[in-house]
């Protein structure tokens, strides 16, 4: 028999009884709060559609490179787990993955992972008994079974899940079809995009060329000269913000942002755009297109997001046979202070205009991103990313960012998955952890009980829909 | 109303009552010693002319960048809160300056500014409420009558708060006038200074040139010629030496250090006082720069501290409007192991040199410095500096350098403050902390009890003593 | 008197009760298993000659550079301490080297080494008084009188400690001789090699040119040239499987690895062999052999450590007098990232080959080693490593590289040690940490009791026989 699968309602509190009874009390005003999701990658045709969830191996494994990198560096093949390669969807029984899944399941214990998903089976799905090689069969019937009902269709889930706001990505060349679609249905669930442009400012993507030329079709712009090509960008994000867009995001292996005068800027880009440019021609082109979309942010409003660090498809077998997004990235030490100045120099001192930095390099945290955004007026630092989105990382997030930064420069949580089923767990470790530190302070005497309180609320829900400008629905 | 100003005595000590007891015990045993506060930036002229503070905004709010940066990040004007410009002090009215300060208090919860800023009002004014907007009026009120007492004069504060020894800090044109004031007054307050002579090594610094000149006057020296630049600074170590130094300290961007030999090093001089030096050879020659003054501390024996890693004026629009000092210095990633090997291969076995050494990189905590710290016989770890002289940063520093340089490599506790008022507070956050590091090692059964109890009377006084040289009174 | 020396029997566990309590229960079932030492540098002679240690200042000082570097750094001169020069061994009195070492006790206050030594007083030489100058002669004469008894012969520790197995470390130009010895004589214990080559691949180090002719004398091969010195390398691989080696082990100054062709690489041996490689070209001929290394270990299925990232030898005037290991190595910053991705490009996805990485920069774990140890299927993490292998150290370790990694890719402890008679010390430090970390999760509910209790002995014992191949004696 598989042993009982159970959430404590302590889980994440600090062990020391006086401590626990604070994070239990701050945690018990806001674990009803709505979930406000202001970034994140889930598939906004889950929520057009409608349709139901199409089986276990499906729901859960395939998207998440958070669990099927970890079997995978355990020898388990990601075509056994029904992960899509290049070659298309994997033609694995979807209970074998799932089965291959639970024998493996003791790789995770420690991990965040294991964390969100013993909160969906219980929570979501009401399962009572652990996933293990034993009740893998089980657990897969009782799953597949409910993703056939209506209660478990994606609008019913979001509903359930007291979802105040959900924000996708999308790339410039993306129609937003599903989001019009969403805002055309009679169902009030407040889907947005956020405008991803990495593709067509990226020449190191793989998809550069044909995204910049689908970006003139979409546009009607000429995307292959400089002005034709801003244009565009402008053009777009006045389309994505008419689909309830409040930001931009951008993902730069590097934090380099340049000011270029707009003579250099165009020669720069007719390099780009005709495959003259070098490696580093190529990373200043990235660095001045942050400037250029600061400056359009100054315009429209637009709040800007910087996620740099990852070397992205660091395995070059796995990426020729399966491509982007699974597992291969890794993240790099990461400049703030010099990369940021260019950009920081022309637009820092606006307290209007709202820049949030993220980072995969802890030790920036103490050193750089909090005496930075403790300084400039337009600048925030997003939440614990990635790799960091964990107990033991948020944990590193406050302690080293607060005494600097305070906690009113940084902007509450972004779950940031492709998960859907996992958002309300995620969300709940994040509200768990953040009344975790603010209980230690209080009980240290460096934070008053009152005051703790009102963080709690502002780190749940406040800050990110100030940061985040969410506070006006679309 | 607003609530009750109070300090818990248990601020700062763990939460589990074992190890609280422990830290409670240590902590009884050294919160009446004497301060000792041998590096920092109070500026002498209080203690010579021993005039009255001005207001409770001039006092507060106009040189403790730890605050206005984080009203500024928020979009506070530096005007508005009595920051001085370059165009001279602010005319902003004190009173609505402490307002502005009172309304945003909130910024400042879960940080150190708010712990010393609590003590202060306790501790030294007897405020019974907390600051904020319905308090700041009464509060304001308060301190402006206090600081037209007697009691509340430089030198009676500087009694009150038990401060054995404060060193200030000045450059090497400074004429010392009011150390000399000092020492011919009847007061008897030891009040010392340190050799700070970055403007006259520091070609990027914008006084270089003039300072140089004055260098020249001040000493009678040819500070154009590499000799008479060294003399004067050897005159200079004397003149400060007088004046009750035991110390040099140096503040460079990065810790190079550089050992030429004397054709070379002279060479390189004659570029940089003609103004002929490229940013590589204004870096060598802050790097050569180090190896000189260390080898007048084997002569004389100053102390030399090495502060590096700070982007200073990070910020172009605020340094052009304002000047240095305002919250815009970022630190940056530091090597220590290249960058100090050649001054380390010339005198770093030597016992009777003292070399401190601090960072802004937490990373070479235990990476390097501790174990640079745990083999040379010159080198000593200073405390953990600025953005990390708070309650997590202390704490990281013990955990992170004590394993591999122990407690000895260490010099006990520099408050480094332009904010008077503030020492008693930093000292005692020191000693709190300190005594809740040893407690939990008590308590882990790591460390005996009366142990403890010898390093804690260590770390608040004793080491600092020893590794400043302050044994023998001026 | 001196204080009484006792172990705690809670050493090293939280002091929460609850946590202790977990953390108590969960060591309880560890404590006694037998010891497994995949790597380390104790010398194969004691147990092929099995003759008495020499004096108590032969054993615990001159060999272990974590107790003398600390009494350097305070001024105590090496020879002082009878620690061998190049002029050969001191012949410093070693009842007086012992005094030295006494007086000075108070300098590893907080120390793991102050925690291993009153570990081997206590449980191997059942002293009762702490280490101290009052104590110093009796504890001189308990251990002198002792270490001539057969009891404290080290074969007999050997068996006292319980060690399943225990790896030393071997030159290619060892000829195996203790290790021949042991295993032809009667004694059972398992004492194995593991095939160090640095001193042949790495031309900085001073024996580079004489290792090398030797390394050809001792397989026939003709070294000098790319195929014989490929097929030496071979040769001695199989000699040290012999001798019961399953890993090798490279010690560079980086992580660098490099994948040339084989017409390339044979140049570049050339270059390097006749003294013509600079320093790019010798990084480069190390990095290229990692490769080569790991090709071979494709063969014959040796696993494979890097240990880089130390900074040899940096204080120049104590390596002229007093050569190698002599607590002047300082850790440098170091990447994995895109150091290994040549070798794990090529190997990285073989899930026979095993790769374990060692770091001494702990920014590395979270940020760079537990993604790439949480996707690669071949690599796996070392434990931390040198100054890292400490309570604290160990902590951190944990916290940072569980939630990426698991516990799965790592490989339990390594002792690493010189210092035969802490080996219990250490592997204890080691299993009380490991079981203080998983009670902190247990009692956060973020792990199960049972799963704990597994996770414990696959920490002590099971993961480091599973990746080091040690299931099959030899």
Redo the contacts between chains.
Sequence with gaps: MS?AAHL?E??????????RAVARALYSQVRDLPIVSPHGHTDPRWFSQNAPFENPAALFLAPDHYLF??L????VALDALGVPSRRGVSRTDPRSAWRLFAEHI???????S??WLNHVLVEVFGITDRLDARSADAIYDTIDAALKTEAFRPRALFDRFNIELLATTESPVDTLDHHHAIAASPWGGRVVTAYRPDAVIDADHEDFFDALERFGEITGEDTMRWQGYLAAHRQRRVDFMAAGATSTDHGHPTAATADLDPGAAEALFDRVVTGKADAAETELFRAQMLTEMAAMSLEDGLVMQIHPGS?RN?????FASHGRDK???????T?Y??AL?PL??RF??E?DFGLIVFT????SY???L????????A?KLGPAWW??D????MMRFR??T????????TVGFNDDTRAFLSIPARHDMARRVDCAFLA??V??????E??AA??AADLACNLAKRAYKLDAPN
Tied chains: 1, 2, 3.
Excluded at 360 to 363: K, Q
């Design positions: 042993p404590h302590d889980r994440l509190f600090p062990a020391e009884p006086g401590v990198r970890m995978y560096s355990q020898g003791h790789l995770f214990r420690g991990t965040p294991s964390i070397f660091h395995n070059a077998a796995l597992g291969a990235d890794i993240p790099v030490a400049d202070v010099r100045q920081l120099n820092g001192n307290p995969l390099d802890e030790t103490a050193r750089e909090a005496p930075m955004a403790g300084h400039y007026p600048m790799f960091h964990s107990p033991e990382g302690e080293q607060t005494e600097t930064a305070g906690f009113y420069n230690r302070l009980a240290e005497h460096r934070l008053t009152d005051d009102d963080l």
